[in-house]
């Protein structure tokens, strides 16, 4: 499995190690970690991260809030839905697609819909941005293309395309 072969789980309800239900508003401790099976999330809440096993090594943690998450709603996937647009790209993992996906974090990122929590570069030079959805706590890693400003164009023509025909 490659590091671009994710299905991130988002923020749990329940801590990790303690199994206790979280609070709204209490600090939630994660974990991002990498096995044979892929990546897994683990959520603590401040007991549980005290007493996690010693022998952890997580590729990325951060520390945020916790907030329920909201009903889904009835049609999440909207004609002018950039979230839903990118979970799709996301899903599908098309190596063609990586810019689009790029720029599509970007415009959440700016919209305050997402927000990086980490940044990590491979052995081979690649980029990663771990982002998680303020609202759903979903988290996403997305990779960074190293654009251009001369490649923007094409790549936002490349994203008004796929919204015409993926969410038409």
């Known amino acids: 499995m490659s590091i671009q072969d994710w299905n991130i789980k988002g923020r749990s309800l329940h801590c990790f190690v303690t199994e206790r239900t979280f609070i709204e508003d209490e600090p939630v401790y994660s974990a991002l970690f990498f096995d044979q099976e892929g990546y897994e999330r683990r959520d603590c809440c401040e007991e549980g991260w005290a007493k996690h096993p010693s ?21 999440p996937l909207k004609k002018d839905d950039i979230q839903g647009l990118l979970r799709i790209l ?58 251009r400003l001369d490649q923007l164009e094409p790549v936002q023509a490349e994203v008004t395309q796929l919204f015409k025909s993926r969410m038409a």
């Open 55 to 75: 022998d952890w090594t997580p590729i990325s943690t951060w520390t945020a809030p916790f907030k329920p998450t909201p009903p889904t709603p009835v049609d």
């Open 90 to 147: 996301i899903q599908e993992n098309d190596p063609s697609t990586k810019n689009a996906r790029y720029l599509l974090a970007v415009m959440l990122e700016r919209k305050r819909q997402i927000r990086p929590l980490d940044r990590r570069e491979t052995e081979e030079g690649e980029v990663f941005t771990v982002y998680e959805h303020v609202a759903s706590g979903e988290t996403w890693i997305i990779q960074d293309p190293k654009l």
